[in-house]
């Protein structure tokens, strides 16, 4: 069975420095690049937000960043302005290795915000992932990125449910933790069968 490594959202805005800084992002760069070799295919994934985008807190009259608002598809973190297309926060870490096949960009839509790889905030709007994979044969996908607490646990739970054998690699994560979000990420990827070492 072929395998995959999903590289997530190691992007300038989420190392320090960046507008949504995870502590200590920037390490697990060349973790991962050394991770790299053991795998069949390696998928990036790029948060890609137009600047009129839903979930930047910006973008809501009076609302600060890290407050939470109700969307048509449930609830949504309002985020400060990050990753926004062509700008060098969006644009991935330089030390990181991009000899991978394919980059899956995501939040590119005003209306929903997408954390996870394989589907959209609503849960629904696919990103083609799944077909990817299984038509290159992959079996297996081992996670590695940020925010382990968001984006990463988001896809682990999504590709489990896509009947994909699913590993998150926490030592090549970091995680935002915002009111609870990294034990809620946690329990939510045991519950679906997701193996993180
Ligand atoms: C992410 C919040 C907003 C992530 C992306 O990559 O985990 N978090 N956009
Ligand atoms: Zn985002």
Redesign the pocket.
Known sequence: MSSALLV??V?ND?CPGGA?A?ADGDSIVPIINAMMPEFDSIIY?Q?W?PADHS?FAANHDGATPFSVTEMPYGPQ?L?PT??AQGTVGAAFHDELDLKGDLIIRK?FRTDI?S?SAFFENDHETATGLTGYLRTRGIGSVTLA????????A?SAVDAAREGFRVTVMSEACRA?DLDGSLTKAMDDMAAAGVTIL
Do not use: K, P, R
């Open positions: 997530i959202d992007q989420f949504l995870v994934t948060d937000h979930s973190v985020w990050h990753c939040g915000d954390y990125g940020l925010a382990l607490d968001f984006c990463v988001y935002i």
